[in-house]
């Protein structure tokens, strides 16, 4: 029944279900309690709750005037809704919106222990590892966003300069998406490579900019406050990151937060590689024909330079 309820989203099927015979659905998540109570809802409440169930990030991250104001919805509706749900206040339900996303509760040298201890499972280390990195793909397709990355790719592509930005163990993952990038597009840099000053980087942004960050717990203090900076200057802020309490979130214009359970000590990067490898191929998909000829040009002068295997 839950699994059913997550797949559905227009108010008829909403209203249906509630009428199914059974037991009283429980209302231990916001989707259960939405499911049990909205058929008594008015109109205003169901729009409300059909946002609320669409946009559970948002729900969970954003101030309820922003989310007022992205879902045309008044803040008094919502208020009203949490109370119709059965919550004290708007700010008990989006706990537990946050709740229900999840979030990381270890710390790397837990985790590593746990990794220690579980060693005699009788499940290989590939078999725990590659199992963990299908689950994470299979939980983040089915509840991704297409419109979110439709949204992303679009404002990626159209932007004045994108800037990438990585640290910690994110920074190989945003040195490979500058490594796409530079074949169609001479506008993306990568910031504070190789001692750069991430300040030159940043001086000069606009709104017209966009700045795309990863980071992942434990959270980048560099990563946190670029992000503040940037929104700060009102260039986009693209981000990626592993859980709602990331406090880099909040500066985002478009948040992503992704599956990275791991048998490992350290986070897994999987789902990440998939979302940034579809963003590229989006960009490039939705590009004018010069981005073809610019991916040719590039290839050309790689094997002018040696840089391919010749065989």
């Known amino acids: 029944m839950k699994h059913i309820f997550h797949q559905l989203t227009t108010s008829e099927t909403l209203a249906t279900l509630t009428t199914l015979e059974g037991p009283p659905i429980p209302s231990d998540t916001l989707e259960d309690r939405v499911a049990e109570r909205y058929a008594g809802l008015s109109d205003q409440l169901r729009k409300a709750a059909d946002y609320v169930l669409a946009h559970p990030l948002e729900i969970a991250s954003r101030p309820l005037r922003t989310i007022s104001v992205d879902s045309h919805v008044s803040p008094a509706t919502y208020s009203r809704l949490a109370r119709a749900l059965g919550f004290d206040t708007f700010e008990e339900m989006k706990d537990v919106s946050r709740r229900s996303v999840g979030q990381k509760v270890s710390s790397l040298s837990e985790r590593a222990e746990l990794l220690r201890s579980g060693a005699s499972t009788g499940q290989s280390m590939l078999t725990r590892q590659g199992q963990a990195c299908i689950r994470n793909i299979e ?46 597009s001479p506008n993306w840099s990568l910031a504070g490579r190789m001692g750069a000053s991430m300040g030159s980087q940043l ?105 391919y295997w010749a065989g």
């Open 203 to 307: 001086a000069t942004l606009e709104s017209e900019d966009v700045v795309f960050i990863v980071t992942m717990s434990p959270y980048s203090k560099r990563a946190v406050a670029t992000a503040e900076l940037a929104r700060d200057t009102g260039a986009g802020v693209v981000l990626i990151t592993d859980a709602l309490d990331c406090p880099a979130l909040r500066y985002a214009t478009h948040g992503f937060v992704v599956p990275t359970d791991s048998p490992q000590f350290f986070s897994s990067y999987v789902v990440t590689l998939v979302l940034i490898e579809t963003l590229i191929a989006m960009i490039v998909a939705a590009s004018e024909a010069d981005a073809t000829a610019a991916i040719q040009r590039v290839e050309a002068k790689n094997l002018e330079l040696g840089e």
């Open 139 to 184: 939980e983040f397709l089915e509840r991704a966003d297409q419109a979110k990355l439709q949204q992303t790719a679009q404002a990626m592509r159209q932007a004045r300069r994108v800037v990438l930005v990585g640290a910690l163990a994110s920074t190989g993952i945003t040195e490979y998406m500058a490594y796409l990038a530079h074949y169609f």
